[in-house]
């Protein structure tokens, strides 16, 4: 009996879902008008060419910031910059040297991770902690002190079914609370791909340096660990310095709610290795096209849509914490109905969102793109993880979502942070995919006349988190507030 109610109940919001909106009608307009006229792919590739990389607080960085004010301004967009101070850091010297030999070391290619400290020179003993997890830890304890800890960057093959992985500044938190000298992270990707980001949980400087090497050379260490000891010396100097960048802000003002919102955001900046095509222009040029699509189609919306490029999410969420702070200041936070965040995504197949109790409406507005294109299969995904700027929203409790189910494009996972991430593994029609599908999820949530789901209380906040297994990884980077 129970099972027939909670069908009957679900075919209900189903159809109350469709009865409460005919989007049909928009839904085409998007379509054509993107796969006609977008403009992202090209945006993207003139950004890649005359900007570079877009690291926060670089020249670059400003640049890209203008580059994005300018777009939207040409669009016809009310257009402002919300300009906050970031600790900024830079990458200056690197040399790292291992061997079996304290006095006769070899050098290793290597990068630093940011934020390791303004300077640096440690050389130690290595020991290998697998993982780099607590429970790889609990065997070694006080061997770990005074030595560089040698940590595989995701789970190594042959871990136990069900390891976590943990993101690489929450290991070299560990590894400092340890008492570790330095870290050396070793990358996944096979031919010497090196991998940067940050090593800090907090954005701030860490007190131990850290380096990542590449798969070749962090396995033939660890296999020479195991009959001998092995030794590191790593030397380096960095820049640090408090410098201001700024998030940009276009907003499209509600007709009828314009005092709730809907925040479509993505980070502009990028890593100084490469141009971050993929991590995030690909991300952040699709939502600028979003918004050109809403203003050359005249669309209006019941709710006020603000486009927002945050800048230093690749330093610790910075932009998107500083909107935040910003909203929970001037109460203009408790505005935000929903957050969808769109990070490296590419042709999604889907939707998703922290609040399962979309899914009636999501798969709704999903059936009518299907109508559209059959390539979008409708999937949806209940979830959240961290590391990207929906996490500042999500953590005040404010439902989060974005795309579901698409792929990289042109095998560029592997180049994630590193030197290899440009235009050239970009796909134009993967990025319109993004561009007008994501524009109809938010044109529907703009005007849908009631979203489901509201901000999570405190209580509801802390259970879903619990839930969702980011207990752990929250009390590393010191943002469990529940204090248990």
């Known amino acids: 009996m129970k099972k027939i109610i909670l069908f009957t109940g679900l075919a209900a919001l189903m159809f109350n879902a469709k009865a409460q909106d005919n989007f049909s009608n928009a839904f085409k307009q998007i379509n054509t008008e993107v796969q006609s006229n977008s403009e992202a792919y090209q945006n993207l590739k003139n950004a890649t060419e005359k900007i570079g990389h877009r690291l926060t607080g670089s020249a670059n960085g400003a640049k890209a910031e203008e580059l994005a004010y300018n777009l939207f301004k040409s669009y016809g967009f009310d257009v402002k910059y919300q300009p906050f101070e970031v600790e900024s850091w830079d990458r200056k010297t690197l040399t790292v040297k291992v061997g079996g030999d304290k006095g006769n070391l070899s050098a290793v290619k290597a990068v630093t991770l940011a934020h390791s400290p303004v300077k640096a020179n440690v050389t130690g003993e290595l020991i290998d902690v697998g993982n780099g997890l607590e429970a790889d830890y609990q065997p070694l304890k006080d061997k770990v002190k005074g030595k560089i800890a040698l940590i595989y960057i995701g789970v190594l093959p042959g871990s136990p079914a069900g390891t976590a992985s943990l993101h690489r500044s929450e290991k070299t938190s560990i590894a400092t609370k340890y008492g570790a000298i330095g870290v050396v992270i070793i990358n996944k990707v096979e031919n010497g791909v090196l991998l940067t980001g940050t090593a800090s949980v907090t954005g701030k400087l860490i007190p131990i340096p850290a380096v990542c090497i590449g798969l070749e050379d962090g396995m033939a260490l660890k296999a020479k660990l195991k009959t001998a ?38 980070h502009l900046d990028s890593w100084d290795l490469a141009t971050g095509a993929i991590d995030n222009g690909i991300g952040s040029f699709s939502i600028i096209d979003m918004a050109r699509t809403f203003k050359k189609l005249k669309l209006q919306t019941k709710r006020t849509v603000e486009f927002v490029m945050f800048m230093g999410e690749e330093q610790g969420l910075l932009g998107s914490k500083a909107y935040v702070a910003q909203g929970s200041k001037d109460k203009t936070l408790n505005q935000v109905r929903f957050m969808l965040n769109y990070d490296m995504t590419n042709d999604p197949k889907g939707f998703s969102t922290t609040r399962k109790e979309m899914e009636p409406l999501f798969k709704s507005w999903g059936a009518e793109v299907v109508k559209i294109d059959t390539g979008f299969k409708n999937l949806f995904h209940a979830g959240a993880g961290l590391h990207s700027d929906h996490q500042p929203f999500m953590l005040e409790g404010v439902p989060t979502g974005g795309g579901a189910g698409g792929k990289l494009p042109n095998n560029s996972g592997p180049f994630y942070h590193s030197d290899g991430d440009g235009f050239h593994l970009v796909d134009a029609q993967g990025m319109k995919n993004t561009v007008r599908y994501s524009a109809m999820l938010t044109y529907a949530l703009a005007n849908t006349a009631k979203i489901p789901v509201n901000r999570f209380s405190d209580a509801d906040l802390k259970a879903f988190l619990e839930s969702q297994k980011l207990k752990e990884p929250l009390k590393i980077a010191g943002e469990w507030k529940w204090g248990d």
């Open 229 to 266: 000891p092995q030794f590191a010396q790593i030397e380096m100097t960095n820049f640090s310095g408090m410098i201001k960048a700024r998030n940009v802000i276009a907003t499209l003002k509600g007709t009828e709610f314009p005092n709730e919102k809907i925040v479509v955001g993505g």
